[in-house]
Nanobody
């Protein structure tokens, strides 16, 4: 009953910018960490890009520090990724995820979005 829906991917030239959005909906009691991962090609490991906890503390992969900014809107159960100065090596499918509870005192589960393609041309 929980869905994460992403939007904002696309094709951009090197040095350009994109903004990804992800909104969680359904039976949600509380959300902890929200984040973005990416997978460059099928079979490659999915790597962490950035995450943010409910209080606002952020964590970034070294490869994106200074170029990407993660933010969230707790009222909307949404997380965003502003990507600036994009490089061809940023090309990947980007997935959002969310660690959340569907009821009080219940377990925390990790949910994933369906992925959105980001392609950076040189």
């Amino acid at each position: 009953q929980v869905q994460l829906v992403e939007s904002g991917g696309g094709l951009v030239q090197s040095g350009g910018s994109l903004r990804l959005s992800c909104a969680a909906s359904g039976s949600i009691f509380s959300i902890g960490v929200m984040g973005w991962y990416r997978q460059a090609a099928p079979g490659n490991e999915r790597e962490l890009v950035a995450n943010i906890i409910s209080g606002g503390t952020t964590n970034y992969a070294d490869s994106v520090k200074g170029r990407f900014t993660i933010s969230r809107d707790n009222a909307k159960n949404a997380v965003y990724l502003q990507m600036n100065n994009l490089r061809p090596e940023d090309t990947a499918v980007y997935y959002c995820n969310s660690d959340l509870k569907t009821r009080d005192y219940g377990p925390t589960y990790r949910y994933w979005g369906q992925g959105t393609q980001v392609t950076v041309s040189s």
